[in-house]
């Protein structure tokens, strides 16, 4: 498998059908204090940022900021037991049909920990998160203001067999159209 690192770089206006900076597939990234903004991903099925595919990545300090993805997964589009552990991390501002910040399907896991921050990313379903059939774990992020225009979900959207398994963390502010305003 392929591996990708990155420390200190930026990763802006990029844009693609799929995955907005990447598109991994059986591949690792490992990124430490990157920033990554207004990249986008106009294809279904999304990823702002990154599209993962039986992949891995692994984050500290990044900013993610002001992505969009036309269908899913404003930030991160993760599939097919995909993985990603955000330590320390920034996603903020960013768009998509579903799952603003993030799309998790098929057996997907993310962990966040090290007061990382979900705030003002806004999708129709699940603005922080959307979660099908799929795991988050947090300790200790912030979920904040975050909103669902059009349907469920201010903070997060968990659908099909998907949990979320919290340990500390701040939901506040967060606002859905119809029901569901903090997760």
Same mark, same amino acid.
């Given at each position: 498998?392929?591996?990708?690192?990155?420390?200190?770089?930026? +990763?802006? /206006?990029?844009?693609?059908?799929?995955?907005?900076? +990447?598109?991994?597939?059986?591949?690792?990234?490992?990124?430490?204090?990157?920033?990554?903004?207004?990249?986008?991903?106009?294809?279904?099925?999304?990823?702002?940022?990154?599209?993962?595919?039986?992949?891995?990545?692994?984050?500290?300090?990044?900013?993610?900021?002001?992505?969009?993805?036309?269908?899913?997964?404003?930030?991160?589009?993760?599939?097919?037991?995909?993985?990603?552990?955000?330590?320390?991390?920034?996603?903020?501002?960013?768009t998509a049909a579903e799952g603003g910040g993030m799309y998790l399907i098929t057996s997907s896991t993310v962990t966040a920990t090290g007061s990382?921050?979900?705030?003002?990313?806004? /999708?129709?379903?699940?603005?922080?998160?959307?979660?099908?059939?799929?795991?988050?774990?947090?300790?200790? %992020?912030?979920? %904040?203001?975050? %909103?669902?225009?059009?349907?469920?979900?201010? /903070?997060?959207?968990?659908?099909?067999?998907?949990?979320?398994?919290?340990?500390? %963390?701040?939901?506040?502010?967060?606002?859905?159209?119809?029901?569901?305003?903090?997760?």
């Amino acid at each position: 498998s392929s591996t990708f690192t990155a420390t200190g770089t930026t +990763f802006a /206006a990029n844009s693609a059908p799929i995955g907005g900076v +990447f598109s991994m597939w059986q591949a690792s990234l490992n990124s430490t204090g990157c920033t990554f903004e207004q990249n986008v991903a106009s294809g279904s099925p999304g990823g702002g940022v990154l599209f993962l595919s039986e992949s891995t990545a692994v984050d500290a300090g990044s900013s993610f900021t002001s992505n969009t993805a036309s269908v899913n997964g404003g930030a991160f589009y993760l599939e097919v037991t995909s993985a990603l552990t955000l330590t320390s991390s920034v996603v903020t501002s960013n768009t998509a049909a579903e799952g603003g910040g993030m799309y998790l399907i098929t057996s997907s896991t993310v962990t966040a920990t090290g007061s990382s921050s979900f705030t003002m990313n806004s /999708a129709g379903l699940g603005g922080a998160f959307s979660l099908d059939a799929s795991t988050l774990t947090s300790t200790g %992020s912030v979920f %904040s203001q975050n %909103s669902a225009t059009g349907t469920h979900g201010g /903070a997060g959207w968990i659908s099909n067999g998907g949990s979320l398994t919290d340990f500390g %963390s701040n939901f506040t502010s967060n606002a859905a159209a119809s029901g569901g305003g903090g997760a």
